[in-house]
C-alpha cells in the first residue's frame, strides 16, 4: 500500500544496474534540468545494489520515477525498464512513473508517463506533468493499478522472450 500522503513533488530517482550506462548518462542529464531533488542509485561509487529494506525507504521518500532504459549507444540494445522489479516497486510504493518505452510493448497502465530518450524533452515532459496532476491522488492510483496490474510472472517471460534476440 502507498504508506504516504505526497502532497508536493520534490524528488525524482532512477534505480537501475550500474550496467546500464546510457539509461543512467539519459537520466542524469534529464534530472539535471528539473528543479526537483534527484538521485540515481546504486551510486557511481560504491556497491553495485543495496540493502533491499533501505531501497523501500528510498522509493518511500521520492515523488517521482524516471526510466529511460538502454545499454550501449544508439541504435544500442534496449531494456524495456515496465517489467523491471524497480519500476513495479515504484508504482506500488506511489511514486509517479515516466517510462521509455524502449521495446514498444505499450503503455496499458493509465499512470505512466511515456517519454522520449531527449534528456530536454524529458525534462521538459516531467514537469508538465507534475504541474498538472493532483499529485496525491494520481500516487495513489498509480500505487492501486501497478496492484492490480503487476504480474510479474507474465513480464518477466516476455521480457525474456524479447531479449533472447540479443543472443
Not at 524516471?66 to 515504484?90: L, Q, R, S, V
Amino acid at each position: 500500500k502507498k504508506t504516504r500522503k505526497r502532497d508536493k513533488f520534490k524528488k525524482i530517482i532512477q534505480v537501475d544496474s550500474k550496467y546500464t550506462y546510457k539509461g543512467r548518462h539519459i537520466s542524469r542529464q534529464a534530472m539535471e534540468l528539473m528543479p526537483y531533488e534527484w538521485e540515481i542509485i546504486p551510486k557511481e561509487e560504491g556497491p553495485p545494489y543495496i540493502p533491499y529494506t533501505e531501497l523501500l525507504s528510498i522509493y518511500q521518500d521520492a515523488n517521482g520515477f524516471i526510466h529511460p532504459n538502454m545499454i550501449g549507444d544508439p541504435p544500442g540494445y534496449f531494456i524495456d525498464a515496465k517489467y523491471t522489479a524497480t519500476t513495479c516497486e515504484a508504482g506500488l510504493s506511489g511514486c509517479v512513473i515516466f517510462w521509455h518505452d524502449a521495446m514498444n510493448l505499450g503503455n496499458d497502465y493509465e499512470t505512466i508517463f511515456e517519454i522520449s530518450l531527449n534528456p530536454i524533452e524529458i525534462a521538459s515532459r516531467v514537469q508538465e506533468v507534475v504541474n498538472s496532476i493532483d499529485l496525491d491522488k494520481h500516487s495513489t492510483r498509480t500505487a492501486e493499478e501497478f496492484y492490480e496490474k503487476c504480474n510479474v510472472e507474465t513480464a518477466v517471460k516476455t521480457k525474456v522472450e524479447i531479449m533472447k534476440q540479443f543472443f
